[in-house]
C-alpha cells in the first residue's frame, strides 16, 4: 500500500553503463517529479510531469531522459552514467502544482557510479 | 537568483527541550514556503505548507511561521521526542513557475 514507490533502492553500476530507475504512484496524482539529492544532502528538482506532459526542465544533461508512460508512472534513463551522478534519486508525486500542493515523496534511489 | 537559507546547519539537544529553525529566502515572486522532515535514509515527509497571507501554521508539536515582509520563516518545536531527530528542509516556490528552491536542510539531533 506503499504510496509512492521506486526501484531499484540500491543502484551500483560502472561508469559508461546506462541504467533505469521506475517510479510508481497510487495516489491518483497527476503530476509527478524527479529529484536529486548530492553528497551534501541538497535537493534540486530535475523534472516534472503533469498528466504525462513535461512542464519543468531544469539545468539537468541531456544524458537524463524521463518517461511518463501514464499518470501514474514516471522512469529516468540515465545514458552513458559518469561518477557525477552519484547520488539519491528521489521521485515525487503532488495532485496539482508542486507549488501549490503537497509532494509526497517516495524512499529515494541511490545510485553509485564507480 | 532564489536562493533559500536555513540556520543552523546542525543542532543537538535534549529530550523533552524546545527549539527554533530558521529558514531566510530571496525567491521572488513568493508563492508558499513548506517545511519538510526527512529522516535519515527516506524521503522528505511534508510538515507544513504556508502561503504570502499565512503567518502562522501548527501541526502537532511543530509550528511554523511565516514573515513574508522580511522573508523569513521559522519552525519551532515543542517539547522534542527522539523521533524528531531528522534533517528539516525548508522549501520555496515561485510565483508563476511554481519551481520550488530546497534549503540545505538543518539536522536535528535529539538526545536522551
Known amino acids: 500500500d506503499t504510496a509512492v514507490s521506486q526501484t531499484p533502492k540500491y543502484l551500483v553500476t560502472q561508469m559508461g553503463n546506462d541504467k533505469s530507475i521506475k517510479c510508481e504512484q497510487n495516489?491518483?496524482?497527476?503530476?509527478m517529479y524527479w529529484y536529486k539529492q548530492d553528497s551534501k544532502k541538497f535537493l534540486k528538482i530535475m523534472f516534472s510531469?503533469?498528466?504525462?506532459?513535461?512542464?519543468i526542465n531544469e539545468t539537468v544533461p541531456n544524458r537524463f531522459s524521463p518517461k511518463s508512460p501514464d499518470k501514474a508512472h514516471l522512469n529516468l534513463h540515465i545514458n552513458s552514467l559518469e561518477l557525477g551522478d552519484s547520488a539519491v534519486y528521489f521521485c515525487?508525486?503532488?495532485?496539482?502544482?508542486?507549488?501549490?500542493?503537497?509532494?509526497?515523496f517516495g524512499p529515494g534511489t541511490r545510485l553509485l557510479v564507480l | 537568483k532564489n536562493q533559500v537559507e536555513q540556520s543552523p546547519q546542525s543542532l543537538i539537544i535534549l529530550e523533552g527541550k524546545n527549539c527554533t529553525l530558521q529558514?531566510?529566502?530571496?525567491?521572488?515572486?513568493?508563492?508558499?514556503l513548506r517545511w519538510y522532515k526527512q529522516d535519515t535514509g527516506r524521503g522528505p515527509v511534508s510538515l507544513t505548507i504556508?502561503?504570502?497571507?499565512?503567518n502562522t501554521k501548527s501541526n502537532g508539536r511543530y509550528t511554523a511561521t511565516l514573515d513574508a515582509d522580511t522573508k523569513q520563516s521559522s519552525l519551532h518545536i515543542t517539547a522534542s521526542q527522539l523521533s524528531d531527530s531528522a534533517s528539516y528542509i525548508c522549501?520555496?516556490?515561485?510565483?508563476?513557475?511554481?519551481?520550488?528552491?530546497f534549503g540545505r536542510g538543518t539536522s536535528l539531533i535529539v538526545h536522551p
Open positions: 515525487a508525486s503532488s495532485q496539482g502544482l508542486a507549488g501549490r500542493e503537497t509532494q509526497y
Open positions: 504556508m502561503t504570502f497571507s499565512e
Open positions: 522549501v520555496v516556490s515561485a510565483g508563476g513557475s511554481y519551481i520550488p528552491t
Open positions: 510531469y503533469n498528466n504525462k506532459e513535461l512542464i
Open positions: 495516489l491518483g496524482h497527476d503530476t
Open positions: 529558514c531566510n529566502y530571496t525567491v521572488s515572486p513568493f508563492s508558499n
